[in-house]
């Protein structure tokens, strides 16, 4: 049973990046899936999230309008497109699992290991 998140990389400011979810040995379809991310010094925190029931989508007030996920079941894979990023999106983001939809990272119970992203010029 395996979630990993990829995708990232570094990129100047303005650019973009898709992050994937991937998970292996179990199905994302009924879970809620998230996004955090936890920049150096920093608390982690809740950037996006998608029901598993109607698709409905969360952002962080920070990220809005900016990111957008997406999930593919037949895939296994939940996205996350980043746009316009900034220096201050730099962080290690990271993908997790819960049965209730939210940006509370208490609410997660799996997480996969994170990928590093950095926005610089």
């Known amino acids: 049973v395996q979630l990993q998140a990829s995708g990232g990389g570094l990129v100047q400011p303005g650019g973009s990046l898709r992050l994937s979810c991937a998970a292996s040995?179990?199905?994302?379809?009924?879970?809620?899936i998230g996004w955090f991310r936890q920049a150096p010094g920093k608390e982690r925190e809740g950037v996006s999230c998608?029901?598993?029931?109607?698709?409905?989508?969360y952002y962080a007030d920070s990220v809005k309008g900016r990111f957008t996920i997406s999930r593919d079941n037949a895939k296994n894979t939940v996205y996350l497109q980043m746009n316009s990023l900034k220096p201050e999106d730099t962080a290690v983001y990271y993908c997790?699992?819960?049965?209730?939809?939210?940006?509370?990272?208490?609410?997660?119970?799996?997480w996969g290991q994170g990928t590093l992203v950095t926005v610089s010029s």
């Open positions: 040995g179990f199905t994302l379809d009924y879970y809620a």
């Open positions: 997790a699992t819960a049965w209730v939809v939210g940006l509370e990272a208490g609410e997660y119970d799996y």
């Open positions: 998608i029901s598993d029931s109607d698709g409905s989508t």
